[in-house]
């Protein structure tokens, strides 16, 4: 029989949704719940740090950071440190239409509280949003860093008020240098969440091992210290360093890393992708994860022993801008 032009449009329309609904069923990333939060986040995170930063071209930048929610990341790491601000800005040229779509986190890195809502009321500016779903502390360093913090003056208590205020809807604290102060600082006070690096290496000891045995120096590490006090308080957990600032990178499989990471009892990790096709990949990777066995990771681990103390002294001095 004939078909009229609107029935054979409706037709074609219904089709076409078909496919972008099963494009978006195959594209679908795992979510887990983000600690106390009770937010649903989905299990990588896209990293807007140097990697991003290393797109000279915004517009290719933007295309990446759109390319990565279509296909379903929900999670999207930047930070006021990233460039002073550019990361914010290219990020918030895309939440400006698609903010609704995606978690969103920023951190700051004034340790004057002054100077710190200067930046978090810049962010919110950059980022074309009244609200930032997570706001950490950026990079808590070592004990006199925690002192600063802490202070009468100090960023914490301004990110009490803002997380009061609704400027974020929950708080953190990142660090990738010393796991005992971090311990600390989760212990000590009301984080709703933390980022801390977690990688197979077990990095995390201040100016590397200093001459310590390797299997003694293993225990010094976010993994084996910080972790399990952010666990014991429900915490939103985040990993990031996932390959060591490419320092694991041809040392273990790409996709080793990420599920070794994501077998932690994390929310997500954070990967920086400075090209597209890393994008696409570990899209894949992610979506095909399922939990390393137990005796696998020890394993790794021991293979990636070596790399420890080297990784440990980088990340001592490391910054992420």
Same mark, same amino acid.
């Given at each position: 029989?004939p078909?009229?032009?609107? @029935?054979?449009?409706?037709?074609?329309?219904?089709?076409?949704? @078909?496919?972008?609904?099963a494009?978006? @069923?195959?594209?679908?990333i795992?979510?887990?719940?983000?600690? !106390?939060?009770?937010?649903?986040?989905?299990?990588?995170?896209?990293?807007?740090? *140097?990697?991003?930063?290393?797109?000279?071209?915004?517009?290719?930048a933007?295309?990446? +950071?759109n390319?990565? #929610?279509?296909?379903? #990341?929900?999670?999207?790491? =930047?930070?006021?440190?990233?460039?002073?601000?550019?990361?914010?800005?290219?990020?918030?040229?895309?939440m400006?239409?698609?903010?609704?779509?995606?978690w969103?986190?920023? $951190?700051?890195?004034?340790?004057?509280?002054?100077?710190a809502?200067?930046?978090?009321?810049?962010?919110?500016?950059?980022?074309?949003?009244? %609200?930032?779903?997570?706001?950490? #502390?950026h *990079?808590?360093?070592?004990?006199?860093?925690?002192?600063? #913090?802490?202070?009468?003056?100090?960023?914490?208590?301004?990110?009490?008020?803002?997380r009061?205020?609704?400027?974020?809807?929950?708080?953190?604290?990142?660090?990738?240098?010393?796991?005992?102060?971090?311990?600390?600082?989760l212990?000590?006070?009301?984080?709703?969440? =933390? %980022?801390?690096?977690?990688?197979?290496?077990?990095?995390?000891?201040?100016?590397?091992?200093?001459g310590?045995?390797?299997?003694?120096?293993? $225990?010094?590490?976010?993994?084996?210290?910080? /972790?399990?006090?952010?666990?014991?308080?429900?915490m939103?957990?985040i990993?990031? $360093?996932?390959?060591?600032?490419?320092?694991?990178?041809?040392?273990?499989?790409?996709?080793?890393?990420?599920?070794?990471?994501? *077998?932690?009892?994390?929310?997500?990790?954070? +990967?920086?992708?400075? !090209?597209?096709?890393?994008?696409?990949e570990?899209? !894949?990777?992610?979506?095909?994860?399922?939990?390393m066995?137990?005796?696998?990771m020890? *394993?790794?681990? !021991?293979? /990636?022993?070596?790399? $420890?103390?080297?990784?440990?002294?980088?990340?001592?001095?490391?910054?992420?801008?």
């Open positions: 029989m078909v009229s032009r609107r @029935a054979f449009l409706e037709s074609a329309a219904a089709t076409t949704l @078909a496919a972008q609904v494009g978006a @069923a195959e594209s679908k795992p979510m887990r719940t983000l600690g !106390k939060t009770g937010a649903k986040v989905t299990q990588m995170a896209f990293g807007c740090g *140097s990697r991003f930063l290393s797109y000279k071209d915004e517009e290719q933007l295309q990446v +950071l390319r990565a #929610i279509d296909l379903g #990341i929900r999670y999207m790491d =930047t930070a006021y440190g990233y460039g002073s601000g550019v990361s914010e800005t290219r990020v918030g040229k895309v400006k239409t698609r903010r609704k779509e995606v969103l986190a920023t $951190k700051v890195n004034a340790r004057k509280g002054d100077e809502m200067r930046i978090i009321e810049g962010s919110l500016k950059r980022l074309q949003t009244d %609200q930032v779903d997570l706001l950490h #502390i *990079s808590l360093t070592d004990e006199e860093d925690l002192k600063a #913090i802490e202070a009468n003056d100090g960023v914490l208590k301004v990110l009490y008020k803002v009061d205020q609704k400027m974020a809807r929950f708080i953190g604290v990142t660090s990738h240098t010393d796991p005992t102060v971090l311990k600390t600082a212990e000590r006070h009301d984080f709703d969440c =933390t %980022q801390m690096a977690l990688n197979a290496a077990h990095v995390g000891m201040k100016n590397g091992a200093k310590m045995e390797i299997n003694s120096a293993m $225990k010094h590490s976010f993994e084996k210290i910080a /972790l399990p006090v952010a666990k014991r308080k429900n939103g957990v990993a990031m $360093k996932i390959f060591g600032q490419e320092g694991l990178v041809g040392k273990a499989p790409i996709n080793k890393l990420i599920q070794y990471s994501l *077998s932690l009892p994390v929310a997500a990790v954070v +990967l920086g992708m400075p !090209k597209p096709e890393f994008l696409e570990n899209v !894949k990777i992610v979506q095909a994860f399922a939990p066995p137990r005796s696998e020890n *394993s790794m681990a !021991k293979e /990636l022993e070596p790399m $420890k103390a080297e990784l440990d002294r980088f990340f001592a001095n490391h910054v992420d801008a």
